[in-house]
C-alpha cells in the first residue's frame, strides 16, 4: 500500500516569511513528485513538479526532492495571505498499463497571518 | 489557458438513483483520471482511461461505477444505485505526454 505522509498542520506563518512543507512517501519506485494547493472547497491546483534529485524553483516556490530519504518539500518564499491553503503533496510512477495514478496525502494547511 | 471542465458543479440525488458526471479534459491530452474527495479526507483514485479503455482502477471502483468517452470529447463517471456513502467531490483530471496531472472543479455530489 502506497503512502503519503504530511504534517496536517495548521502550519501558521506571519506575512512575507518562508513557509516550509514537508512530506514522506513509502514507494521506492514513484518517479514523479507533485505540490497541488486546494482552496476550501475547490479543487487541486498544481503548482509544482519534480522528477529528479535536488531543487526547482518556480517564482517564490522551490520544491525540494530526496529520493535517497524519500522525502520531498515545498517553500513558500515571501508568503502572503493568499497562499493560506491546503497544500497536497502527491506521488506517482508509470503503472506500465496507460495509468500515472496519483497517490495524495492527506494535506498541510497552511495558514498566512498578515 | 486550456483547461479541464466538469459539470454538474452540484447533484443532489436520492439513495438508490443513478447519476452521471461529465468532464470535458484538454484537448489534446491522452490519459483521463476520476478522483474523489470524501469532505474532510484525501483525494483517492477511482480510475484512469487510456486509448479507450480502463487501464487502472482502485478498489473504490466496483461494479456501481462505469466510466465512458462516448464522443471523443466528453469522459463521464456513472454511478449506479448511489449509496449514502457515495457522497463526495469528483474530480475529473488529465495529462498529457508529461505526467501533470489537472484537475476540474469538480462535482459535489450529496446522496440524500
Known amino acids: 500500500q502506497k503512502e503519503v505522509e504530511q504534517n496536517s498542520g495548521p502550519l501558521s506563518v506571519p506575512e512575507g516569511a518562508i513557509a516550509s512543507l514537508n512530506c514522506t512517501y513509502s514507494?521506492?519506485?514513484?518517479?514523479?513528485f507533485f505540490w497541488y494547493r486546494q482552496y476550501s472547497g475547490k479543487s487541486p491546483e498544481l503548482i509544482m513538479s519534480?522528477?529528479?534529485?535536488g531543487d526547482k524553483e518556480d517564482g517564490r516556490f522551490t520544491a525540494q526532492l530526496n529520493k535517497a530519504s524519500q522525502y520531498v518539500s515545498l517553500l513558500i518564499r515571501d508568503s502572503q495571505p493568499s497562499d493560506s491553503a491546503t497544500y497536497l503533496c502527491?506521488?506517482?510512477?508509470?503503472?506500465?498499463?496507460?495509468?500515472?495514478?496519483?497517490?495524495f496525502g492527506k494535506g498541510t494547511k497552511l495558514s498566512v497571518i498578515p | 489557458e486550456p483547461e479541464v471542465t466538469q459539470t454538474p458543479s452540484h447533484q443532489v440525488t436520492q439513495m438508490g438513483q443513478e447519476v452521471i458526471l461529465r468532464c470535458v479534459p484538454i484537448?489534446?491530452?491522452?490519459?483521463f483520471y476520476w478522483y474523489r474527495q470524501i469532505l474532510g479526507q484525501k483525494v483517492e483514485f477511482l480510475v484512469s482511461?487510456?486509448?479507450?479503455?480502463?487501464?487502472?482502477k482502485s478498489e473504490i471502483f466496483d461494479d456501481q461505477f462505469s466510466v465512458e468517452r462516448p464522443d471523443g470529447s466528453n469522459f463521464t463517471l456513472k454511478i449506479r444505485s448511489t449509496k449514502l456513502e457515495d457522497s463526495a467531490m469528483y474530480f475529473c483530471?488529465?495529462?498529457?505526454?508529461?505526467?501533470?496531472?489537472?484537475f476540474g472543479q469538480g462535482t459535489r455530489l450529496t446522496v440524500v
Open positions: 514507494d521506492r519506485g514513484s518517479q514523479s
Open positions: 483530471a488529465s495529462s498529457g505526454r508529461r505526467t501533470e496531472a489537472f
Open positions: 484537448s489534446n491530452h491522452l490519459y
Open positions: 519534480i522528477y529528479s534529485n
Open positions: 502527491a506521488e506517482t510512477r508509470y503503472s506500465g498499463a496507460g495509468s500515472y495514478q496519483l497517490t
Open positions: 482511461f487510456y486509448n479507450n479503455e480502463i487501464s487502472e
